[in-house]
């Protein structure tokens, strides 16, 4: 079986991580993307008909959502190492489309590995360190130091790259576009797009070509360390969890005499094998959401292909 089969053999899998899935992390950044670059756009085209000038927009708006790449501009509004990337200008429009057909793509790969607790951190750590990295570009590199007082950077580049370098070291050899010759394997396509952000460190865009290629090792150090059972992405969990709970109305919990014989709620007489085996579905479907496709065991596996061949879920 090849790695473009593995995610295909097993539907709930697929089916778990579709478009409108809850608690979708891929989903969640796709909206996100998506509706502030329509909101920019939004308020370009506001700016417009009050017969505002491009600049006065620029100044009021971008400037407050673009990461400067002058030092002291990024301490009077450090916020934009988080806003840059995921905002984009209403005339960048090919690039938001192509900047979320590789999120869309190398994501949805990427959950399927990992579950869906790290994809939403591995986009913020490359969009930050892609950030920092072009602002020392900017403020270091002697062509450039001229221009860091005017200089800034929007879009979410860095941290699509960084996801595609994770998904790709993740999964190297997984095949895209398998009726070409057997398919593309996806370190081919990251090394094409490596390259094209290597060969632009040589011009006046070095800074931003800098910031991408810092997104990229982000994605290579974050899968490195998670291999040594290091989660970079715990303590974001954990603040997400801290939050959602503080929000959340405490559980009533009642005796455990009515809850235990009494509460049986709409389960039917010597119906106990088939609740047991749908909560055993669900069971394994959830730790696929939140561990990933490879934290399930061959026996799980077997459960899902015979539940989808039986049109159990």
């Known amino acids: 079986m090849g790695e473009s089969d593995r995610y295909s053999e097993y539907n709930p899998s697929r089916k778990k991580f579709s478009l409108g899935a809850d608690g979708n992390a891929l989903t969640m950044l796709f909206i996100i993307n998506i509706v502030c670059f329509l909101f920019v ?9 009050a017969e505002q000038s ?18 002291m501009s990024l301490l009077k509004k450090p916020w934009t190492l988080f806003t840059y990337c995921f905002a984009e200008e209403g005339a960048t429009y090919m690039r938001i489309l192509s900047n979320m057909l590789w999120l869309w793509g190398f994501g949805y790969l990427f959950q399927a590995e990992t ?11 490359g969009g930050v360190i892609g950030a920092l990295f072009f602002v020392i570009a900017s403020n270091v590199i002697p062509p450039l130091q ?8 929007l879009g ?26 057997g398919g593309i394997p996806l370190w081919v396509l990251m090394l094409v797009y490596g390259i094209i952000d290597f060969v632009g460190v040589i011009g006046l865009g ?10 990229l090792l982000t994605g290579y150090f974050f899968v490195l360390l998670l291999r040594k059972e290091i989660d970079p992405s715990a303590w974001m969990g954990r603040l997400y969890d801290n939050i959602s709970n503080a929000f959340k109305p405490a559980k009533k919990t009642g005796k455990v005499k009515e809850m235990v014989f009494y509460k049986t709620g ?9 609740i047991i085996n749908q909560e055993r579905i669900d069971g394994i479907l959830d730790k696929i959401n939140t561990q990933g496709i490879n934290s399930i065991s ?5 459960i899902l292909k015979k539940a989808a061949d039986e049109d159990l879920i």
């Open 41 to 49: 756009l939004f308020l370009q085209m506001a700016f417009f008909f």
């Open 54 to 71: 491009t600049a006065v927009f620029q100044e009021k708006i971008i400037a407050n959502l673009a990461v400067p790449a002058g030092i």
């Open 115 to 125: 579950g869906n607790r790290k994809l939403i951190p591995l986009y913020i750590y």
């Open 146 to 153: 001229p221009f860091a007082g005017s200089s800034t950077m």
């Open 156 to 181: 979410a580049n860095a941290s699509v790259m960084a996801v595609a370098m994770a998904t790709t070291t993740l999964i190297p050899n997984y095949r895209i576009f398998t009726q070409i010759r």
């Open 206 to 215: 070095a800074a931003h070509s800098i910031a991408h290629l810092a997104g």
């Open 266 to 274: 709409d389960r039917k007489p010597y119906d106990k094998n088939a």
């Open 298 to 302: 061959k026996e799980e596996k077997a």
